[in-house]
């Protein structure tokens, strides 16, 4: 009896504290709704507008892109040997063939000096042999005369090895990185120094498939730079990319001289801007129209007074306003100011221009 009585008293009080907290909770959500602000559909909203008309609508679109070198090689050693000249430092200039580096050659040297004497001797006793009458066999004229090209051949060698000792650059530029010091050893294939031509720069783009056929070999085209804001440079097209990269942009190199009053750098960035590429006759709106995302462009239409949600399909743009291509006509009023306090369906006030 004892257990059902407390079973019962569990339960009221169980069911009370259900009961007041739903009216607790219920109070508290009409509080918090109190509060919240909500606009008056009838109450009018002062607003900018703009009568839409069709007119000529001119686009231009900029690229942005970085400043590449003309060349640039890994200069490696083609020899083995002891480091016994070094002719550069980080950040100076060399000229075509000028001296990079010397390895020790002495040994080699003296291998080509044994090789010439003995070619000289060789040649002497090659030449009796061939000028002696009686007493010479066929076989000795031959291994004579394979002696004197053998020495030949190896005195070839010798000199190309001595050659290769001798690091020199390629051609023009400067050298932005190092590998060795004096008395370092280098290999064959071991890496002495970058090499970086920037007397030309080829300015490179990412441009969208559907706007390639803006781009022409050859064309010559404009290029600003931050660095410069005053100054224009003059570039030529050179190489329009004929396969699209994962994004579906083509890569377009755009080469002009650097200018030694206004030098540019590798890696800098530049811009091009090309005017006219949307040349069209229709509607366009202000940025400042536009709600809604990129993907679902709107506007607000203004009809009798009142707002009205419109979706759009935007063409073109240019920096100030967007080439209407769907969803508004010759007309139409839009919204341009103050829509930040406007809803569909909203009552509106056009402030007078």
């Given at each position: 009896m004892n257990n059902v009585i407390r079973f019962v008293i569990l339960f009221i009080v169980v069911g009370a504290f259900a009961v007041w907290s739903f009216f607790k909770l219920k109070s508290n959500q009409e509080e918090v709704e109190a509060r919240v602000y909500k606009?008056?559909?009838?109450?009018s909203v002062l607003v900018q507008t703009e009568t839409m008309k069709k007119e000529p609508f001119e686009s231009n679109t900029s690229y942005l892109g970085s400043f590449a070198p003309n060349r640039e090689v890994m200069i490696m050693s083609e020899a083995?040997?002891?480091?016994?000249?070094?002719?550069?430092?980080?950040?100076?200039?060399?000229s075509q063939g000028q001296l990079i580096a010397q390895l020790d050659t002495d040994i080699l040297q003296n291998q080509l000096k044994i090789a010439e004497n003995n070619y000289d001797l060789a040649e002497k006793t090659a030449q009796r042999m061939t000028n002696a009458q009686e007493g010479i066999m066929a076989t000795q004229l031959d291994k004579a005369q394979s002696d004197v090209q053998t020495l030949k051949y190896q005195i070839a060698l010798y000199k190309k090895q001595i050659s290769m000792a001798t690091i020199t650059a390629p051609f023009g530029g400067i050298i932005t990185s190092k590998f060795f010091e004096i008395g370092s050893l280098a290999g064959p294939g071991a890496q002495m120094a970058v090499l970086t031509d920037i007397n030309t720069l080829k300015l490179e783009i990412d441009v969208p498939e559907e706007e390639i056929t803006l781009f022409k070999t050859g064309m010559r085209l404009n290029i600003s730079t931050q660095i410069y804001p005053n100054h224009t440079f003059q570039g030529t097209v050179k190489v329009i990319a004929s396969k699209a990269d994962a994004n579906k942009n083509y890569k377009?190199?755009?080469?002009?001289?650097n200018s030694k009053e206004f030098p540019l750098k590798a890696g800098m960035f530049g811009s091009i801007n090309i005017e006219n590429t949307y040349n069209k006759t229709g509607v366009s709106i202000p940025r400042t129209a536009l709600?809604?995302?990129?993907?679902?462009?709107?506007?607000?239409?203004i009809q009798d007074s009142i707002a009205k949600k419109q979706?759009?399909?935007i063409g073109a743009?240019?920096?100030?306003?967007?080439?209407i291509t769907d969803g508004l006509k010759e007309n139409d009023v839009v919204a341009i100011g103050?829509?930040?306090n406007l809803r569909d369906g909203i009552r509106?006030?056009?402030a007078e221009q």
């Open positions: 606009m008056d559909l009838n109450e083995a040997g002891r480091v016994i000249k070094d002719n550069i430092q980080e950040g100076n200039s060399v377009v190199k755009i080469e002009l001289p709600v809604g995302s990129n993907k679902k462009p709107e506007v607000y239409v979706p759009i399909v743009s240019n920096k100030d306003r967007l080439f103050g829509i930040v509106v006030t056009i």
